[in-house]
């Protein structure tokens, strides 16, 4: 969900090169991509706050005091929220609605901390906003009954590293939950990305079986 706009290991599209310039060519990306995880919190702050001052829809605009009950008001799937202490000392910084594309209902990222942080992201289950970032899948598990997808930003760069990458690597490079909920009567489904960075493993699934549905007001 994240607009990092990454490529899946193994549909490269330098399968056909030498092997001494595909290489290079993914060493080159991911150092790329290593760099816009690095900075990722001090891009997307200005550029929410941006955002905000271009989109009408503001979740801040509608006053009820609680951002994500307000965001629910004005989309048609279903926003989940953060459990209750669940971010314990990180705090909230950035709360935007984003443009998806013309046509397309705008995705959530709230942000909490900041060299130490949680992302919250989530968008309808059947649209598409962007691309997660790249990492290696590490684990699926249960998120409240739900599938989900466990991803640890390790390097495909560094073979050894990549071979061994594992959910303890989370802490080092950071990493993701990523799952899609079920649609309700009046909701459709969502699909959730929880991003942490500074924290652990553990950290990720609790605040993720932490989060907390919504009904529209």
Partial sequence: ?????????????YNSEPSGLRSRQIAMRVQYYQSMRKALIGFLTPLLITTSLLT?????????GNQYQDAQ??????????????????TLTSFKLLSCGAKKEQWLAA??????SIQFLETDAAVK???PGLGKTVATVSINGLSAK???FCDPANAKQWKSC???????????????TKATKTLHATSIEVL?????????????????PLLKS
């Fill in 1 to 13: 969900m994240l607009p990092l706009c990454s490529e899946r290991m193994g549909a490269s599209p």
């Fill in 56 to 64: 009408p829809h503001s979740a801040l605009a509608m006053g009820s």
């Fill in 73 to 90: 008001t004005g989309l048609s799937y279903q926003i989940w929220q953060p459990g209750v202490g669940s971010t314990k000392d990180l």
């Fill in 111 to 116: 942000i909490y901390g900041e060299t130490r």
């Fill in 129 to 131: 906003c962007s691309n």
């Fill in 150 to 152: 466990v991803v640890a």
């Fill in 166 to 180: 594992s959910t303890s690597d989370i802490h080092n490079y950071g990493g993701y939950a990523m799952w899609n």
């Fill in 196 to 212: 942490i960075s500074g924290l652990t493993y553990a950290d990720l699934l609790r605040i993720s079986r932490a989060m907390k």
